[in-house]
């Protein structure tokens, strides 16, 4: 099942573009290395993490390697490259009594364009501690929900980007900007009866439990946009259409909240849409329901949080694709277990059996979470 908002749209689009025309202040320089957001704390059922994305430059890259006080803390080599890009979502284990009000150092080790094997080092300051994330209320009816995609240091929603037509040079950092990642912190829903996601054999969307379920707002504020349009697909495990920058997430919603932030509610059932642009809608108000348009293949919601410090505006579908992700909690939920990640993509499914009974307070589930709320 090929169930994440991105998954597939990230092999299409990522990466296609010339480098920009805009000359970093040194022409010799062959390593560059820009943040995209600052770090921020994220709470999950697997403990605390300190989470950032590094945005790099250079012709070949083998690892980078985190320190904090002279103590190796993690060795990554798992980049997202093409050509001379790469993109690296680092998760660190967030000690309990946080860290002093230094910095992390990294050692990056690549080799230039002549071959030659080079370390480039590389300080990111942090903080004592750092706030928690704000509460939001559930996007789906009380029930049991997998929480396919849910943020973890080995999900793939972190991974995935919006690259821009061309890497934009950062004059503060010094370094390219290669996209945006709205996703970051995204959860796909999809519910379970009896342990399982759907009744007969799954191939038709009214089999799957979560289709055409109550959509539910989870925070009051007013529809910055919607689209209501995009089919359906109407076999589960095919796409009846190709996916697009302008059909990727589907029929969706997007609602400023109080704050700032921005809630999106993404592969939404064509014409079932209750809201339109300008209207003021409550926490818990059915938005629309849950449906398989856009990059879906099988029903899910795709819900995540957006970031707007600049205010942006969403004039066009394409526009929402361009934000930052914002990291959020929920006040309360129950984990039963956990699913092997791509559990969905193997029918037949083995229905799910739960492990624990765990009660979990602001914070999220993890990838292939089993939950109840």
């Not at 000690?95 to 910095?103: L, R, S, V």
């Not at 339109?276 to 348009?293: F, M, P, Y």
């Not at 795709?302 to 205010?311: D, K």
Request: with cysteine; proline share 9%; net charge negative.
């Amino acid at each position: 099942m090929q169930s994440t908002f991105l998954k597939l749209v990230a092999f299409l689009l990522i990466f296609t573009y010339s480098c920009n025309s805009q000359n970093p202040t040194s022409p010799q320089q062959v390593f560059f290395i820009a943040l995209p957001t600052s770090p921020v704390k994220v709470s999950n059922t697997e403990g605390d993490w300190l989470v950032y994305e590094l945005h790099i430059k250079t012709s070949n890259i083998d690892k980078v390697e985190v320190y904090y006080n002279d103590v190796l803390l993690q060795t990554y080599t798992d980049f997202i490259t093409k050509d001379d890009l790469h993109v690296a979502s680092i998760w660190l284990p967030y000690p309990p009594t946080g860290w002093g009000e230094e910095k992390l150092e990294h050692q990056f080790y690549y080799q230039n364009t002549k071959g030659d094997k080079i370390i480039k080092n590389f300080s990111l300051p942090i903080h004592k501690q750092y706030p928690g994330a704000k509460n939001i209320g559930f996007p789906v009816p009380q029930g049991v929900w997998l929480a396919e995609g849910a943020p973890g240091s080995t999900s793939y929603h972190p991974r995935a980007i919006f690259p821009y037509p061309e890497p934009i040079y950062d004059t503060e950092q010094e370094g390219y900007l290669i996209g945006n990642n709205p996703q970051r912190y995204a959860i796909d829903y999809a519910q379970l009866e009896n342990g399982l996601p759907y009744k007969n054999d799954g191939l038709k969307l009214e089999d799957w439990y979560c289709y055409n379920r109550p959509v539910l707002a989870v925070e009051g504020g007013i529809v910055l946009f919607s689209e209501n349009s995009i089919p359906d697909h109407q076999t589960p495990g095919e796409l009846d259409y190709p996916i697009t920058a302008d059909n990727v997430t589907g029929n969706v919603v997007y609602i400023e909240h109080p704050d700032g932030s921005i809630g999106t509610y993404c592969h939404l059932i064509p014409n079932s849409i209750l809201v339109q642009k300008g209207d003021v809608v409550t926490a818990g108000q059915e938005l629309g329901r849950l449906g398989n348009s856009g990059n879906s293949s099988a029903p899910h919601l795709h819900m995540h949080v957006l970031t707007n410090p600049e205010g942006k505006q969403i004039r066009k579908y394409e526009d929402g694709l361009y934000f930052e992700s914002l990291p959020y909690a929920f006040s309360q939920f129950k984990k039963l277990g956990q699913l092997p990640p791509g559990y969905l993509d193997e029918p037949p499914l083995t229905p799910f059996t739960p492990t624990t009974s765990e009660d979990f307070n602001n914070t999220l589930p993890s990838e292939s979470d089993v939950i109840k709320f």
